[in-house]
Every structure is written in structure tokens, then in C-alpha cells.
């Protein structure tokens, strides 16, 4: 079983690679970002696309962090229900959120399609699964208020689920038709290929070593040149550590790992998953499957498949397979990655004031595809313009989280411990 350079299916099967070299000049550009995946991609193409000047530093390749790693589901929205958010944030900034979140598949695959993106983009819905009676209690309250708030959702049952899946694990599902998937590494790509047509500058292998504002402008130095910019993004979301931040975003890092089958026959993938639905479920710690458009099936779940736990995390999924999919138990896992998520304590995505002109975009809590790009365009108008009410949500001067490091190690004690004694029922 191959990681692939740490990102497993994705990078293997990606094609169309934007190149990005590292930065070897002196440049001077009205926005720098630092940060090449769907946040920083989205954001150099909305600005060259409004002509400005762009720089995007990237300390690795172009998605090599949490956007080259990701599941693949384009949802609509927050992982939380409309209610608690309108309850968190009031009934204006609430709403706002949620309409423009539940607009943001329609911008990721509008974005596919107008620049050709080779992404193996499905629109065919996600399900939510109901992995217990109180899973498809939760459904319900979500089918409620989320058609409540203007979403077209679906309530299955466990028949329809089983129709749509080929499992009997299932005690219904929640299907959101505007959603879908993606190969998100090469939909990361493909935005990046996109900004660099329309005039964005790419430099992968730049790491930020220093940062200042001075004499009005930001300056940031890798290590063969440097960037002057008249304002600058931080999009670095859960891999801050990439770059030499002197304030660095505050988030809890949860780790998700991944593992991909074989590809199916074509039998097999007209019996599972045949219509191609993202999946995720309602367990406490939370598990994912998908098929990509080669037919292998991809189970997730919480946790760290490179660290101390991952030969556990690796018996988990086998044991997760074995129970959702009985007659492909036994397929051999070709691939496994491990990517981190950036979580914040409301789950809430943040617009965090960096500077003079500059902004840090962290937070999404698991739902990186969507509101990054959302994020990405609206941040790189905010910026050019000065107008923050085109932000999906107000930037704050200040965020702070509590013992993250604490948080993060018990998460994956956490997920450790679960995905242990699943293995043994």
C-alpha cells in the first residue's frame, strides 16, 4: 500500500499539474497570497481576473496541503445546521452565511466548466448516512431546517439508501442534489492553472522565511527572492506552519485519514455507489466513502494513518469496509493518506484581520472545497477593493483558541480509541 508522497490517490492519478517554479526574482504586486490550495487558487483568480497583480508563494507543490488531501465531497454549507448558526452568529450575518455557502457548489462547478477544469467533477448529490435511529433523528431536524432555510433536501429511507449505496448499513440519508465530488487535488490544480492563464504568478517551493509591513507595503522573503504587495492573504488553513508568520492563525488540527481500494469491475460499480453520491455519516467520529472515476472505493475516517495509530486506523477500515460492503471486504487497499483539518470551537470559518490590507482565511472545519473557494474570490475583492461586505462573513480583528495542542492530541487519542473497538465487534 503506497502513500504517494503523502497524498496517496490524488496525486497519483492526477494529470493536468500546473507548474509553479520556485520564486528566483524581486517582485513588486498588489497581491501577495501565501498558500497555493483552494483558498489561495480561488483567490489569485478572482484578482488577475479583475487585473490585478498577483504572487502566490507556496512552500511545497500547488495543493500539497489539506486541498490535495481532501475527501472530495462539494457540499453546500457548514458541517453545522442553519439553526445554530443563525443562534451563534444573529439573523442577519447567520442567513448570509448560509445562502451564500449553500451557493458555493454552483460556484466550484461553474468554475469547472467555464475553465475546463479536468477534475473528475460528478454532480450527483451527497448523502448524509444515518448510521444509527438517533443518526436518522438528526436527519430529520436537518431535513427540516435546512429546506426551511431555502435548501432542496431529501429524506430517504433505509431502502432508498440501499438502492443508492448496494449497503444495508444504513437506516436512511439525508441527499442534497446540488452537491457532488471532485478529484480535489486536480480541482485545486486546475484553479491554479486557471489564475496563472489570466495572468496570477505561481511559485511552488517558495516557503515565506520573513514577514513585514513596512514603509506601506508588505514585504515577504523566500529563499531565492521576495515579494513587495499592497496587500497580502494568508491561506495557509490548517498547514500555517509553511510559512514564517509572525502572528499565526489559532485552530485546533484534527487529522482525517483515507484509503482507497482497487478499482471495481464494471459489475461491481453498477451495484455500489453506482450514481456516484458523496457520502459521509452522522457517528460522533464521523467516516466518509466515496468512488472515484476509475470505480475504486475510498473509505475515510478520523485519524492519523502515518502516526502511532495507524496500523489501527488501517484494521478500522478494512473492519468499515467489511461491514458496509461485505462482498468487497476483502479488496486490497492500494493507497492511504492523511491530511489535517483546521477546526475552530463553532465551526465557523474565519476572516482574521493579519495587517494593514491583509487578511488570514482559516477554520473550515472539515468542509474545505466549497467555502475555500467562496472564501478565496470574496477575500481577493475584499482586498483589491476595501469592500469587506462582499465577505461571507464580517473579519474579525482578533481569534484566539485555548490549548489546541491539548484539543488536537485528544481528538486523535479519540479517533484511536473508536476505530480500535469498531475493529473488534
Not at 504517494?4 to 490517490?9: D, M, P, R, S, V
Request: aromatic content about 8%; overall charge neutral; charged content about 15%.
Amino acid at each position: 500500500m503506497s502513500d504517494n508522497h503523502a497524498q496517496g490517490l490524488w496525486a497519483a492519478s492526477l494529470t493536468n499539474a500546473v507548474e509553479a517554479a520556485p520564486l528566483t526574482a524581486d517582485l513588486s504586486v498588489d497581491l501577495a497570497i501565501i498558500g497555493g490550495g483552494f483558498t489561495g487558487s480561488a483567490a489569485a483568480l478572482a484578482a488577475a481576473e479583475r487585473g490585478a497583480s498577483v504572487a502566490l508563494l507556496e512552500a511545497h507543490e500547488i495543493g500539497y496541503g489539506g486541498s490535495g488531501r481532501n475527501v472530495g465531497l462539494v457540499n453546500a454549507g457548514l458541517w453545522l445546521p442553519p439553526e445554530t448558526i443563525v443562534a451563534q452568529m444573529g439573523e442577519v450575518a447567520g442567513r448570509r452565511l448560509i445562502d451564500t455557502l449553500g451557493r458555493a457548489p454552483d460556484q466550484v462547478f461553474g468554475l469547472i466548466k467555464r475553465h475546463g477544469i479536468a477534475c473528475e467533477a460528478t454532480r450527483a448529490g451527497t448523502l448524509h448516512l444515518a448510521h444509527a435511529p438517533s443518526g436518522l433523528n438528526d436527519l430529520q431536524d436537518r431535513f427540516r431546517q435546512g429546506n426551511q432555510f431555502g435548501a432542496a433536501l431529501q429524506l430517504l429511507d433505509a431502502d432508498q439508501v440501499r438502492q443508492r449505496t448496494g449497503s444495508d448499513a444504513f437506516h436512511g440519508a439525508l441527499l442534497n442534489p446540488s452537491a457532488g465530488t471532485v478529484q480535489p487535488l486536480a480541482y485545486c490544480h486546475g484553479l491554479a492553472c486557471a489564475a496563472q492563464g489570466a495572468g496570477a504568478r505561481l511559485f511552488g517551493h517558495s516557503p515565506v522565511q520573513a514577514l513585514r509591513h513596512e514603509g506601506g507595503q508588505w514585504h515577504l522573503f523566500t529563499p531565492d527572492g521576495s515579494v513587495r504587495a499592497k496587500a497580502l492573504l494568508v491561506a495557509t488553513n490548517a498547514y500555517a506552519e509553511a510559512a514564517a508568520l509572525p502572528q499565526r492563525p489559532q485552530y485546533v488540527a484534527v487529522n482525517y485519514c483515507q484509503f482507497a481500494t482497487a478499482p471495481l469491475s464494471e459489475a461491481q460499480q453498477a451495484q455500489f455507489l453506482p450514481a456516484g453520491e458523496g457520502c459521509w455519516d452522522t457517528a460522533q467520529v464521523m467516516s466518509s466513502v466515496r468512488r472515484d472515476a476509475a470505480g475504486r472505493l475510498i473509505v475515510g475516517g478520523m485519524g492519523n494513518s502515518t502516526g502511532l495509530g495507524g496500523p489501527l486506523h488501517a484494521g478500522w477500515a478494512r473492519h468499515k469496509l467489511q461491514r458496509l460492503f461485505p462482498d468487497l471486504g476483502d479488496m486490497p487497499f492500494e493507497h492511504h493518506w492523511t491530511g489535517r483539518i483546521a477546526m475552530t470551537r463553532d465551526h465557523v470559518p474565519k476572516v482574521q484581520i493579519f495587517g494593514p490590507n491583509a487578511y488570514a482565511i482559516f477554520g473550515y472545519s472539515g468542509r474545505g472545497i466549497g467555502p475555500g473557494t467562496v472564501f478565496g474570490a470574496t477575500a481577493a475583492e475584499a482586498l483589491l477593493t476595501g469592500k469587506t461586505a462582499v465577505l461571507p462573513v464580517a473579519p474579525v480583528e482578533a481569534y484566539a483558541e485555548r490549548f489546541t495542542a491539548a484539543q488536537g492530541a485528544f481528538f486523535e487519542f479519540g479517533a484511536t480509541m473508536v476505530h480500535s473497538l469498531q475493529r473488534l465487534r
